[in-house]
């Protein structure tokens, strides 16, 4: 198993973690979900953008989920991995709980199968879902708390960062609720796969909790982060 998080940039800039999830599925069937675009002019599209981008990069047994009432990830055969997609991280996690997918996603990551989240998919996979406040997200109607999957010991995750949003994180983790979190720039990504992480792109990842935060590079460390 190994969970793919990108820091939210669109090709070349994601083309690293991108290239590490296509290796790991290998053609195998991978569902996409373009939930976080509900509402906006890319989410009809979102199949084809998929198929392009990531057809070139090994990903080939392709389903595009939009419409979530009755599907279930559990009675997919050779199910290699879940592809999570941007866009705004309170409707992605609204209808993944609305449709008891997100407990789903919790037992496939046990069962071994990739799970892939770019910007709203990658701060949903986390503790908490409010650092997509610093991309403009906005809470939806029937999303009663948020609280993210937490699959990743207990860390959040902010994606698009730039300096500008060091007030802002500063100032998140000195919550107890939700004090550590993964900064990830747009040209950067993390795996997670067992007892490692691995840094990908070329800005490396922050690692921020209360008011101490520092940068790792390229490269592959020990999981969960001791700071």
């Not at 992480?197 to 460390?221: N, P």
Request: charged share 20%; proline share 4%; hydrophobic share 40%.
């Amino acid at each position: 198993m190994a969970l793919f998080l990108g820091g939210g940039g669109d090709p070349p800039l994601s083309l690293a973690v991108d290239e590490a999830f296509g290796a790991a599925v290998g053609g195998r069937l991978v569902v996409y979900l373009p939930t976080a675009l509900g509402g906006t002019a890319l989410y009809a599209g979102a199949g084809d953008w998929f198929a392009e981008t990531y057809g070139p990069l090994g990903v080939t047994t392709i389903e595009t989920w939009h419409d979530l009432d009755g599907r279930s990830f559990l009675r997919q055969e050779d199910l290699a991995g879940v592809y999570l997609g941007g866009g705004n991280t309170y409707l992605l996690l609204r209808e993944l709980r609305r449709t008891g997918l997100d407990i789903e996603l919790r037992t496939l990551i046990e069962r071994g199968v990739h799970v892939y989240g770019g910007s709203a998919g990658a701060i949903v996979l986390g503790s908490d879902i409010t650092t997509s406040e610093l991309g403009g997200d906005e809470p939806v109607d029937g999303l009663v708390d948020s609280g993210g999957l937490d699959v990743l010991a207990g860390w959040s995750v902010s994606c698009h960062y730039t300096p500008e949003h060091d007030s802002f994180l500063e100032d998140w983790t000195l919550d107890p609720s939700h004090s550590k979190v993964l900064v990830l720039c747009e040209d950067a990504g993390v795996v997670v796969d067992g007892e490692r992480f691995i840094v990908l792109g070329r800005s490396g990842a922050g690692l921020r909790q209360r008011s101490d935060v520092a940068w790792v590079t390229v490269g592959s460390y020990a999981w969960p982060p001791s700071r």
